[in-house]
């Protein structure tokens, strides 16, 4: 149990007495990217904010390398882009980059080598000087993602991570991912993009606050009977049982 | 049709913000209430001592409308130093010696009226040879120069208020909050980093108000510059706490404006502007809740009476302790978007 690197057990969340999840349990014990799908608004969102310690569960439990959430010293560990952009649009990329990097205590040397790292992998080579308030979506969608990986966290967490980014930047970021997950970082990513999630080594369908099924992409269309992801979706949601 | 669509949507938004409804209306309200409390307020009743004041004067001045009391010298004196006093009369080879406390001229101006007219009776005289010594002041001093050092405290606070206020707030909306709050940081952390960026700019602000007021517009100014700033800047920091925390119950920018004539102009009114004895009994007690009171008491004793550490220092403990007291619940407002 507590060499999981998330274990999840009976995690709950209202908000005002309105349940958003009910009740999801599910454990990552080794590096992988694991994808979470499901429809709008139900609860993707709110379930990767407990797992990063800004909300906390009204019940369940949810343990992050061994240690119950919300914890600042796990949270040191963590990765996290949230589904908005929030950067400061009056600073350039590089003054938020290196805001955020003071924030996880990163010293001066440090910042500098992983400054290079990072924005090789977003592409913002060219753009480091500039204002966020004149990026585009995409370039800001980039700079969170960089922003999120500076600190070199144990568990990355991304939140629809790539909206906005063009294919040929996406399989390359997807292909950075790949490379994290190799060096031991546990990716934990929300999508709505199909191609995206049949990348994902495995996948956690939820609709309406409860994970309705759980598995490999290959696991979970045969068990479905499916050719695709978006089929296999479909019929968790029970659209394919309504035809 | 367009026309209509827009129309509609705002009636719909304001439906949805009631609050800016209530304030649409409670807010001029309460402005106008102030002004009416201020200016239909009591006149203002001088309060005299009298030092061996001869017979028929002594009389006649204890019937006016002054309030009067019969003092030695050194007591007067020491009544005066201590505000209890608006002037005492001492009578000298048969001249009438009056000497005002002098810094506020509308006290003056009553003082001097009661006195004169009971004097004049007597001597059935109309030019009336009398002689008059100021404690603070003179008689160069106008309202400017009484007003002065609120203003400065005024001005310091309002916008320091306002820009901390809408600054912790787009932090809030822009969702850059969450995103602290997802780093290690604590939430005591972001309140002092807040006091202290903008500590930068306000101390800026603070020494430039208060340059221009003494050295540009000439206000009168007979202490020491360095106390002014000090208890200017003290003013902002309160401005600054104030704002970040109250800016956790505005939504947008429009309503932290709302705040300003609910938190900001009363403030004004009860800071010394208007001689808080004019004002009714019934909202007077309101004045020493509010942290400008303190701030105009200190910038009046340094700019107008001269007074130095020891007379402002409870007013400067006190503006610390509003500071620290909206730091605290700041802390705890955020934990509304994080328990840690
Ligand atoms: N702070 C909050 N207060 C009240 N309700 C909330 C709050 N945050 C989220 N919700 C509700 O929780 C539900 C799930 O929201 P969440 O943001 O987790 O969805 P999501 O799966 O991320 O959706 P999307 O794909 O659109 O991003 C929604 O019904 C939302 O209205
Ligand atoms: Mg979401």
Redesign the pocket.
């Known amino acids: 149990m507590t060499k999981d690197i998330l274990s999840i057990s009976k995690v709950e969340k209202s908000?005002?007495g309105?349940e958003?999840l009910g009740s999801i349990s599910f454990a990552l014990e080794k590096p992988e990217i694991f994808g979470l799908l499901?429809?709008?608004?139900?609860?993707?969102?709110?379930?990767v904010k407990i797992i990063s310690g800004i909300e906390e569960a009204t019940n369940g439990e949810t343990r992050v390398l061994g240690t119950n959430m919300p914890n600042l010293q796990q949270m040191k560990k963590i990765g996290y882009m949230a589904?908005s952009d929030a950067l400061y649009s009056e600073l350039t990329a590089k003054e938020n980059i290196m805001f955020f990097s003071a924030l996880y205590g990163l010293k001066k040397s440090e910042i500098k080598r992983r400054i290079q790292e990072i924005i090789a992998m977003v592409d913002l080579e060219q753009d480091m000087n500039k204002k966020v308030a004149d990026f585009s979506g995409g370039m800001k969608r980039r700079l969170s993602l960089a922003i999120a990986l500076i600190h070199e966290p144990k568990i990355l967490i991304l939140?629809?991570p790539t909206v906005g980014i063009d294919p040929v930047l996406r399989r390359k970021i997807w292909g950075n991912f790949q490379e994290l997950k190799a060096s031991g970082t546990t990716i934990i990513v929300?999508t709505?993009v199909m191609d995206e999630a049949e990348k994902c080594d495995r996948l956690g369908m939820?609709r309406d606050?409860e994970m309705i099924a759980i598995g490999s992409p290959d696991h979970l269309k045969s068990e479905t009977q499916t050719e695709s992801i978006e089929d296999a979706f479909l019929y968790y949601g029970g659209v394919l049982h309504a035809n | 049709m367009r026309i209509k669509a827009m129309v509609t949507r705002i009636i719909k938004q304001f439906v949805h913000d009631k609050r800016t409804i209530a304030l649409l209306i409670v807010a001029p309200i309460l402005v106008l209430t102030l002004l009416s409390l201020v200016f239909n307020g009591k006149e203002y009743t001088p309060i005299l001592a009298l030092v061996d004041v001869p017979m028929p004067i002594s009389t006649e001045l204890e019937e006016s409308e002054a309030e009067v009391s019969n003092q030695s010298l050194s007591e007067a004196e020491e009544m005066l130093e201590e505000k209890q006093l608006d002037a005492f009369v001492t009578f000298e080879n048969n001249t009438p010696t009056i000497t005002l406390e002098g810094s506020d001229p509308t006290a003056n101006r009553a003082t001097l009226q009661v006195i004169q007219n009971v004097i004049s009776k007597q001597q059935q005289n109309e030019n009336v040879a009398m002689e008059i010594d100021y404690l603070h002041g003179s008689e160069d001093m106008t309202s400017f120069d009484n007003f002065g050092p609120v203003f400065i405290g005024f001005f310091a606070f309002f916008f320091v208020f306002l820009i901390a206020g809408v600054s912790f707030l787009r932090e809030r909306t822009t969702g850059t909050l969450e995103r602290l709050l997802a780093s290690p940081i604590r939430r005591w952390e972001i309140v002092v980093g807040y006091v202290v960026g903008f500590g930068f700019f306000t101390a800026l602000q603070t020494i430039i108000l208060a340059w221009y007021a003494i050295y540009i517009l000439d206000m009168m100014m007979v202490g020491n510059f360095l106390y002014v700033l000090l208890i200017s800047l003290m003013t902002a920091f309160v401005a600054l706490t104030l704002g970040t925390l109250l800016s956790t119950f505005a939504n947008n920018e429009l309503q932290m404006i709302q705040f300003i004539p609910i938190v900001i102009v009363p403030q004004f009114f009860f800071s010394g502007v208007f001689n808080l004895e004019t004002i009714s009994d019934w909202v007077s007690w309101v004045g020493p809740y509010t942290p400008l009171y303190y701030a105009a008491d200190a910038l009046q004793d340094i700019m107008i009476r001269g007074y130095g550490w020891q007379e402002i220092a409870i007013d400067f403990y006190i503006l610390l302790g509003f500071s620290l007291v909206f730091m605290l619940l700041n802390t705890l407002a955020l934990k509304k978007h994080r328990r840690l």
């Open positions: 908000y005002a309105k958003v499901g429809p709008s608004g139900a609860g993707k969102t709110t379930l589904q939140d629809e929300t709505h939820i606050g």
